[in-house]
């Protein structure tokens, strides 16, 4: 049976550009499925056609039952779309935002009104409703876009990288949204950058490159794929780096393998318990007299799941916000980085999405 | 697993019959069913009104929208008065002001193009025609809005004109009912023009290349035509582009319905000089049908 979202063989190209090469997608109704992948990868081509904006050059595609394709005008009744821009009219209030948006999905006038009302209280926009979109700030603007992405409850919801460009406190807030969204039974698809936010989100997650498929599963299935975290370590002395790997193999998580780099000194292992764990190797590594210059608990990030479905780093494209954080390795919260390569990618450890615009 | 309940919304035409999925109360949702005409003129007029908000809440580009022309007249009327001869006229100042008006009334509605092109070209740029086209609505609602948010302003601009016009003493002289025509074939060559407009902002997405690529063919489109000169003194080659352009068709109507004519004037001989009322509804009407058809034409497979 078709699940709320159902594509077979997408195929869209962009002069020589495949930006999606033979695409399956199929979401189960009320779950929320992430569209993982770099910039580039064909996450946004995706929902353009999913959301009846692009015609793809082959393959079908149903939304809530109704094919994309053939009745295009009935599957926009049927979904929401929030894009990676806030698409609000910057001169029209918050109010006359959303009243617009509902008569524009044919509610009637006083119906659209109402609805505006409810959707202002309940993204916080009720004191800023009569001001006009510029003078929001960019958390406003997107929860604006939201709201009018949901005017009509639509059963399927598609978002677009929905926290690109939130600081942390307004992501917290939009990731609380969709949650409530989901709870409601509302089936969503969104696409991010970040394996955190799919991560704590998705119950299905769609990894994609170059247009295509490369794995799929729970966020848990590829962790594993990937090999869940690590304990990082740079010992201050070259000669202590043996009895450092013996200080590490006993933390080790089932027979896996120290790996050492005596060039820069650095020793990993793949764990499992977290930062309690963390604290113990510290001890342990002191207790042994062993000079610690950085340390840290790493976990699997979105170029660890790249490098370890296709064997390279996706780094022939673009410098793109997700390729930057390789070397830094992405270091969790407990890190104790301070002097370790790739500050630059360390900054945005856990997930912490920068801005990033396609 | 269940599919959604009512399995074919289509029937219905209610979405999310599944209850409260975002605001978790009832849910305000009757969308009207089939649409055709109605639901086009009333997505249309939403998008006018969503559009003359924003005239409201800029009122720069009106603003400028009026300077402009307000200039073109004194500095024709001031600068090439008595210096041009028009026939019928001869070197009279005034009877150049005269015949000269329906030549800026007519070059001013046109100019409405550029904005028309900024404005969907931002809209693009924006992502609002994203939205809107993931929007059950009507496929040509979006420009067909802006294009009558657009007539407003250029009625609005025309009664300013009319009005700095007759202050450096142009005059009507057939009856207010053969001038509210002229009037009307203003504002329906205007519109016709907004969306040539239209189509180019869809094409090139950026309000800049929008404003640029809006104007520039307009000021060969209107001066090789007999908005400011008589064909007559034009090289005969330029003569016949100037009479058979669209734009001197609805400059000629304008000048016979106002009655800016000098005593004796002999019409050129070409179809639309002799028959300038009939040419200009034709000529509008046409690039009305063409351009609307390729605007949304354009809209439906707008990609980024």
Known sequence: ????????????????????????????????????????????????????????????????????LRRPNEVRRNIGLSGQFAAVDEYLTGRENLRMVGQLYQLSARDAKARAGELLERFHLAEAADRTARTYSGGMRRRLDLAAALVVSPPVMFMDEPTTGLDPRNRQGLWDVIQDLVAGGTTLLLTTQYLEEADRLAHAICVIDHGRVIARGTSDELKAQVGGERVEVVVREREQLHTAREALAAHRRGECEVSIDPHTRRLTVPVEGGARLLAEVIRDLDARGIGIDDIGLRRPTLDDVFISLTGHAAEQEEAGGVRGDRAGGGRAPGSTDGTGGGGAGARRAGGEPREVSE | MSTYSGGNPASGGSPATGGGTASGGPLARTPVSGGG???????????????????????????????????????FSYVFGGSISVPGFGLDAAGYREYLMAGIFAQTVTFATAGAGAGIAEDMHKGLIDRFRSLPMTRGAVMTGRTLADAVQTALTLVVLAVVAALVGWRFHEGVPKALLAFALLLLLGYAFTWIGALIGLIVRTPEAATSGGLIWLFPLTFISVAFVPSENMPSFLAHIAEWNPFSATVMACRELFGNLGP?????????MQHPVLASVLYSVLIIVVFRTLAVRKYRSAAV
Do not use: C
């Not at chain 1, 159902?6 to 979401?27: C, I, N, P, Q, T």
């Not at chain 2, 969503?50 to 005239?55: D, E, F, S, T």
């Open chain 2, 264 to 272: 004796g004037y002999q019409a050129p001989d070409a179809w639309p």
């Open chain 1, 1 to 68: 049976m078709a699940g709320a979202i159902h594509a077979e063989g997408l195929v869209k190209s962009f002069g020589d550009v495949r930006a999606l090469d033979g695409v399956d997608l199929d979401v189960p109704e009320g779950t929320v499925y992430g569209l993982l992948g770099p910039n580039g990868a064909g996450k946004t081509t995706a929902v353009r056609v999913l959301t009846t904006l692009l015609r793809p050059d082959s393959g079908s595609a149903t939304v809530a039952g109704i094919d994309v």
């Open chain 2, 37 to 75: 005409l109605r639901q086009a003129v009333g997505d249309s007029l939403i998008v006018a009104r969503r559009n003359l908000i924003r005239m409201v809440r800029i009122p720069e580009v009106l603003i400028f929208a009026l300077v402009q022309p307000v200039m073109f007249v004194v500095l």
